[in-house]
């Protein structure tokens, strides 16, 4: 086995984005990546890593880049640029206005650390009474209702509520929000897979989310509450306070991140204990896996599917030179099933340990939201299984998203009673 092999070959492309199955079933496509070509340099120029180890090293090295304008060395083919086109305004103003996710330190660094205070373990914990509450209404409902569609009804209501009412927006809007989340999920992908209509409606969902939040901070800061909201108008840095254009970026990243991949993780975690009858009645049944039983489904489901940097500097992942500059794509997922980090790692195992997995990627760029989207998934996934001990699927067939970075289902038909 070599670790540098082309696209061409007798066994056909290695890692082609696009074949549907990246978003339906990659899994079985991860297992014969790292077999045949674990980390390459494709038809486009950027490197692709699928192996634990690499991903993690990358994801460690504070000289890996997140931030979009230096995505690609000389080598990388245009229709991977990740650059910003100076001909169109458009693209100028969404660059100025990145999140702390796409941005490096020293804004990183500031950034994050204005928002992470409303997402320690300790603030998270306040939020479990209030989570359990909307967990029950909703389980109610939809024991009355007997049959519903998990995804729509159950998984993606339960965290839009919990962030909305952390920043303090009316739930009432969480129908747009759904709408506008998904065109941007959608958007995250490499825009050589999307067709023009996708990147356009990805676009004029951030200029919506924009303007919505440009109305509701100029009202938090004529009338500031208790909410994450008012705490961001008023936060500070040394003196120096969130720009306009981060206050608006940074809102849409909490809302988006704070229910997007959330929706997957516990609509793909019920799918894989109904896939999984001994494990779902362990879990039931024995509290002591209830958080390694979360994790399990972090590294089984793995809704963040893959990300990106370019390394500023050289550097060597095994026997591979990696030079300044270059890109590379880290598959998050692959690595989650990699056995040289995980025993059995096509198994699910509630009960894993250790868990090592990369659902919330690892270094400076790790999940803010994590201790809140553990906890949600713990909330809802342990009461869904207790007070409907009966849950079945009501469909053999799992339709999935087309995203490829933030893999979903479109619905998960189940019956309750």
Not at 253 to 274: D, K, M, P, R
Not at 278 to 283: A, C, I, M, T
Not at 325 to 352: K, T
């Amino acid at each position: 086995m070599t670790d540098i092999v082309s696209e061409a070959g007798p066994g056909g492309p290695i890692f082609n984005l696009f074949d549907p199955r990246w978003s339906s079933d990659p899994f079985p496509l991860y297992a014969e990546l790292r077999q045949r070509a674990p980390l390459h340099r494709n038809e486009f120029g950027f490197w692709v890593a699928a192996r634990h180890a690499d991903c993690l090293a990358v994801l460690r090295d504070r000289g890996a880049s997140v931030e979009r304008s230096s995505m690609m060395d000389e080598g990388t083919s245009d229709a991977f640029d990740g650059g910003v086109n100076p001909d169109d305004p458009r693209a100028i103003a969404e660059f100025e206005n990145r999140s702390f996710l796409v941005r490096d330190p020293p804004d990183h660094t500031r950034l994050r650390g204005l928002v992470a205070k409303a997402f320690t373990p300790k603030v998270v914990e306040a939020l479990r009474g209030r989570t359990q509450e909307i967990v029950d209404e909703l389980i109610d409902v939809a024991l009355d209702e007997g049959t519903i569609d998990l995804v729509d009804r159950f998984a993606y209501p339960l965290p839009v509520r919990v962030i909305c009412e952390l920043l303090g927006v009316p739930v009432l809007d969480q129908e747009r929000f759904k709408v506008w989340s998904h065109a941007l999920a959608r958007g995250l992908d490499p825009n050589f897979l999307l067709p023009s209509e996708v990147v356009e409606a990805s676009a004029q969902a951030r200029e919506q989310f924009a303007a919505y939040f440009f109305e509701l901070l100029a009202e938090r800061r004529r009338s500031p509450g208790e909410d994450l909201l008012s705490q961001l108008v008023a936060a500070e840095d040394g003196g120096t306070v969130l720009s306009e254009a981060e206050l608006l970026s940074t809102c849409i990243l909490l809302l988006v991140a704070g229910h997007e991949t959330t929706v997957n993780s516990i609509a793909g975690g019920a799918l894989a204990l109904l896939e999984h009858p001994s494990q779902l009645e362990r879990y039931r049944l024995d509290s002591a896996v209830a958080r390694s039983g979360v994790e399990e489904m972090l590294r089984y489901v793995s809704p963040v599917q893959l990300t990106g940097r370019t390394v500023l500097h050289d550097i060597e992942l095994g026997d591979v030179h990696l030079g300044a500059g270059q890109f590379v794509m880290l598959l998050l997922a692959s690595g989650n099933r990699d056995p040289l980090a995980f025993d059995d790692p096509d198994e699910f195992d509630v009960a894993r340990t250790p868990n090592n997995h990369l659902g919330f990627g690892f270094g400076i760029h790790h999940c803010l939201g994590a201790p809140l989207a553990r906890m949600e998934a713990d909330v809802a996934l342990s009461t869904l299984v207790r007070r409907a001990p009966r849950l079945a699927r009501a469909s053999d067939t799992v339709t999935y998203k087309a995203n490829v970075i933030l893999r979903g289902m479109e619905s998960l038909p189940v019956s309750l009673v």
